[in-house]
């Protein structure tokens, strides 16, 4: 199994393509306004994991596990300022 990083990501994006596994994130820059959802496969998708508001830069979230998403992954920024990289296979 290899993960990957994504690009570092300041608004909402789609991570990946086809079938990902989601493996958490790493904040570079302080989050601030809202919470960041990610979500499976698009903007309507379930929510499988939340960065809260003013989460600190160089706050981490490492699952051994990872949660597999049909799809790809979608990080919905809702309004949130920050960046945040997401860790995927």
Known sequence: MKTYASLSLTASAQVGQG?????GYTVT???ATAAINIRKNSLTGQII???PAATAAGSTKDYSYGTAC?????VD?????????????
């Open 70 to 74: 049909d799809g790809g992954l979608f």
């Open 49 to 51: 994991d939340l960065i």
């Open 19 to 23: 079938n990902a596994v989601y493996y």
């Open 29 to 31: 820059v302080v989050t």
């Open 77 to 89: 920024f809702n309004g949130a300022t920050g960046t945040v990289v997401i860790r995927y296979e």
